[in-house]
């Protein structure tokens, strides 16, 4: 069986989807702290419980997404044999990160969704654009499609 070629995609900023992703983890947070404030005992005043639990647990849910949110990912790259994501230091320059697991989560056509496991077992989801891919969208899509599943070098058993 012959490798999908080498490529290299540049990955988007995603300032909305990490706009969605805030929002949804504060909403969450204050929808907690609604829920706190509804049990028996609280004041009847809306006021105080909105301000003594729903602000807080919304900031604190907001705070939390943009710790779990990746840092600055700039690329995506397959070498033929492992996927890698490029990141930008300004002190040591482009660094590549070895994903020992890839997989699409979501395909819509010029926009996927990806899952990804770092060597030390976080997750990471990826975006990727069809606009931002340029001419290596299609190199790209054929990658994924034929070594997303399978664990790259070095992936744990």
């Known amino acids: 069986m012959r490798a999908a070629p080498a490529v290299s995609a540049d990955l988007p ?11 949804l983890y504060a909403l969450t947070g204050a929808a907690l702290g609604y829920w706190g ?7 009847s005043d809306p006021w105080v419980w909105a301000l003594t639990l729903m602000l807080p647990a ?7 997404a943009r710790r779990l949110l990746p840092g ?8 033929g044999e492992a996927w890698a994501v490029i990141t930008t ?6 660094a590549f990160r070895i994903l020992p697991k890839l997989a699409v989560a979501l ?11 770092e060597t030390n077992g976080a997750r990471l989801w990826l975006v990727l654009r069809q606009r931002q891919a340029g001419p290596a969208w ?5 990658a994924l499609q034929a070594h997303a599943t399978r664990p790259g070098p070095g992936a744990p058993p």
């Open 13 to 23: 900023a995603c300032r909305a989807e990490r706009m969605l992703i805030i929002a």
């Open 37 to 43: 404030a509804a049990l028996p005992g609280w004041p």
């Open 58 to 64: 919304g900031w604190l849910g907001a705070w939390v």
């Open 72 to 79: 600055k990912l700039t690329g995506l790259r397959w070498s």
């Open 89 to 94: 230091d300004t002190q040591a320059g482009d």
């Open 107 to 117: 395909d819509l056509g010029p926009w996927l969704l990806l899952k990804a496991a």
């Open 138 to 142: 299609h190199l790209l899509r054929v």
